[in-house]
């Protein structure tokens, strides 16, 4: 299965290792031919005004409307999840509007108040998820069609909308493949 990461900025490396290791034929994505054949689309976390930019100046905005659209999964993490909202407090603009979800850019403090945290997310199973957050937003709110997959001290910060995922904190890296291989699922199944 062909995944594209868009690879303009952020943690693009990381998400590459870990799907590869799940099996998947992982590739960095810079234009918009790369995306071509592929399965699904992960949007890293980073810095979500430069993805933006670049991903417009890559021309990479419509294609990946285009694959979402077509039912192809999208998947963003703490950056890219902002990438995706439709949404975001204090700005006029979005960058993709995909996900119905209105979302809060660093509303967990800044680079040093990052931290790690076990979370409930009952589609991944029982045993509680590593997540680290660095910098990271969260959903202040989410439309009828949003699935809440999980919360941390009462913000949400893992959702699903049909074939788009989202989270708050960085997946890629921790040790934990459950999230990506549930992400790699909807992909199967799309």
């Known amino acids: 299965m062909k995944v594209g990461v868009i690879a303009v900025q952020g943690a693009f490396r990381e998400?590459?290792?870990?799907?590869?290791?799940?099996?998947?034929?992982?590739v960095e994505v810079r234009r918009a031919n790369e995306l071509d054949g592929a399965e699904a689309v992960v949007i890293p976390g980073g810095e979500s005004t430069?993805?933006?930019?670049?991903?417009?100046?890559?021309?990479?905005?419509?294609?990946?409307?285009?694959?979402?659209?077509?039912?192809r999964p999208v998947f963003g993490t703490c950056a890219g999840m902002i990438v995706l909202a439709n949404r975001i407090v204090g700005e006029?603009?979005?960058?993709?509007?995909l996900m119905n979800v209105e979302v809060n850019r660093n509303s967990f403090g800044r680079q040093k108040d990052s931290f790690e945290a076990d979370l409930d997310v009952p589609v991944l199973g029982a045993d509680p998820y590593p997540a680290v957050f660095i910098r990271?937003?969260?959903i202040q709110s989410v439309g009828a069609d949003v699935e809440v997959l999980a919360t941390y001290e009462d913000r949400i910060v893992a959702?699903?909308?049909?074939?788009l995922l989202a989270t708050s904190f960085h997946?890629?890296?921790?040790?934990?493949?459950?999230?990506?291989?549930?992400?790699?699922?909807?992909?199967?199944?799309s």
Do not use: C, W
């Open 50 to 71: 430069a993805i933006g930019k670049l991903m417009r100046q890559y021309d990479l905005i419509n294609p990946i409307k285009q694959l979402a659209h077509e039912g």
């Open 15 to 26: 998400h590459i290792r870990v799907l590869r290791e799940l099996g998947a034929d992982a």
């Open 159 to 163: 959702v699903r909308q049909d074939n």
């Open 136 to 138: 990271a937003p969260h």
């Open 92 to 97: 006029e603009s979005t960058h993709l509007g």
């Open 171 to 189: 997946p890629e890296l921790t040790g934990d493949l459950r999230l990506h291989a549930y992400f790699l699922g909807l992909a199967a199944r």
